[in-house]
């Protein structure tokens, strides 16, 4: 267990909806990052927040958005759903913003399901 | 931009069977380099890094060592078990203009089967 958790473990939707998946990170780590795990595209980073605020962005979607809250947990927001958003989604947590000995832990994931 | 190269898979061995996954990236500076693992239905655990060329990482008897000349951090154990079996993920976290990003980019992975 590595102290990350996320729900829910599975979500089933349709083209069109809005779905919000959560993570609360380790106790004691100020770093969320998200990412999209998906046959085709493999392990992609989408966001990463660092004590609330937004610090790196990579290959996320207009239609998803992210957000981390002054308790840490973050939320992601995933709109507009399309057949090829069906993936899971991994959240990560680690101390500190980034440096040489910053290990990411990951929680178990999200899998989404758009039908 | 970064990007992380692995072997080919699926991988499937003997237990006891000798394994080398290969690793190549490409990155500016220097990058710090990780091998992952995703058992069945889990989320990925950091198996070993290496932070500084000719760094090596070991960890339950995987190895892994960091060549700056070759770009490559090819993961190896001398003997792998049934247990070993899972998805392999090589990754990096770039270093460069003494900034260190947090967020890793990660190889496609490679699916090692160890039958007994």
């Known amino acids: 267990d590595s102290g990350v958790t996320q729900t829910p473990k599975h979500l089933i939707t349709a083209t069109g909806q809005r779905v919000t998946l959560r993570c609360s990170p380790r106790?004691?780590?100020?770093?969320v990052y998200w990412y999209q795990q998906s046959l085709d595209q493999g392990l992609q980073f989408l966001i990463q927040y660092y004590n609330g605020e937004e610090r790196a962005k990579g290959n996320i979607l207009e239609r998803f958005s992210a957000q981390q809250f002054p308790d840490l947990h973050s939320e992601l927001n995933l709109s507009s759903l399309e057949l090829g958003d069906s993936a899971l989604y991994f959240c990560a947590s680690s101390v500190a913003g980034g440096g040489l000995f910053n290990e990411q832990f990951f929680g178990p994931g999200t899998r989404l399901t758009v039908l | 931009g970064d990007s992380v190269t692995q072997m080919e898979g699926p991988v499937t061995l003997s237990e006891e069977a000798f394994l080398t996954i290969n690793c190549t990236y490409t990155a500016t500076g220097y990058p710090s380099l990780f091998w992952y693992v995703q058992y069945p239905g889990e989320g990925l655990q950091l198996l070993l890094k290496?932070?500084?060329?000719?760094d090596k990482g070991s960890n339950k008897g995987f190895e892994a060592t960091y060549r700056k000349e070759t770009t490559s951090f090819h993961l190896e154990k001398g003997s792998v078990q049934v247990s070993d079996s899972a998805v392999y993920f090589c990754a990096l976290s770039a270093n460069a203009g003494g900034t260190s990003y947090g967020k890793l980019t990660f190889g496609q992975g490679t699916i090692l089967t160890v039958h007994p």
């Open positions: 290496a932070t500084k060329a000719d």
């Open positions: 106790s004691g780590d100020l770093s």
